[in-house]
């Protein structure tokens, strides 16, 4: 079974630019979450989609954004970026459960490195 | 704000003695507990859950919760170099199936010595 696939894995960009990560999931987890790590913060929520809608946003500025489509696929973008962007920005599926016996478990991808110069 | 906190390290400890890891959370309201482990440069990968106060075992794995005082820990027996890495805990709101997102610590550095 395939697991999260991210890509790219490694992007150079320059302030200013803007960048789009894509994400497939596990196959069968609807819910889609993506997370950035940095040495200063650790791992910080973004957002979380689930059938096409955001659930629930972190505390990120406008220029961070995302979308899910119909096959679970999701993509984050960053717009005008700046050097505090740079990070490690993963992706997590999960299959929502109902109740607690699943705990809705996260597995996450390799991640996509990203550095802004 | 909702916050994770856990000792930095690094957490030395010699091959086949107990790893002791602890973290503390600051919102009443979680409900769901994770260990995570990352090796560097690497992915985290889940350990082990816990959403009920008391013990849960896996393996050479024991998470403990204990919600009157915010506390979860993870003990790893008879340690390994190979479980050498960073241990990060993750706290969520929900029970399953919410739409919450993880609130993690920064981690602890945990290195095991041959």
Request: charged residues 30%; hydrophobic residues 25%; proline residues 4%.
């Given at each position: 079974k395939a697991g999260v696939t991210q890509t790219p894995r490694y992007l150079i960009k320059t302030?200013?630019?803007?960048v789009?990560?894509?994400c497939s999931p596990i196959s069968g987890h609807r819910s889609v979450s993506w997370y950035q790590q940095t040495p200063g913060q650790g791992l910080q929520f973004l957002f979380e989609y689930?059938?096409?809608?955001q659930r629930n946003k972190g505390n990120f500025p406008g220029r961070f954004s995302g979308r899910q489509f119909s096959n679970s696929r999701s993509e984050m973008n960053v717009s005008t970026l700046e050097l505090g962007d740079s990070a490690l920005y993963l992706c997590a599926s999960s299959l929502v459960r109902r109740g607690r016996s699943g705990a809705n478990v996260l597995t996450f991808g390799a991640g996509s490195r990203l550095t802004v110069l | 704000q909702k916050e994770v906190e856990q000792n930095s390290g690094p957490l030395s400890?010699?091959?086949g003695a107990i790893a002791s890891l602890n973290c503390t959370y600051s919102d009443r309201g979680s409900?769901?507990?994770?260990w995570y482990r990352q090796y560097s440069g690497k992915s985290p990968e889940l350990i082990m859950f816990i959403y009920s106060n008391g013990d849960?075992?896996?393996?050479?794995?024991?998470a403990q919760l204990n919600k009157a005082s915010q506390y979860v820990s993870l003990l790893i027996r008879d340690s390994q170099p190979s479980d050498s890495a960073t241990y990060l805990c993750a706290v969520r709101e929900g029970s399953g199936g919410g739409a919450d997102g993880l609130t993690f610590g920064k981690g602890t550095h945990l290195i095991i010595q041959p």
């Open positions: 302030r200013g630019q803007q789009t990560l894509s689930f059938s096409e809608t | 400890v010699p091959e409900q769901s507990f994770f849960k075992e896996d393996g050479r794995f024991t």
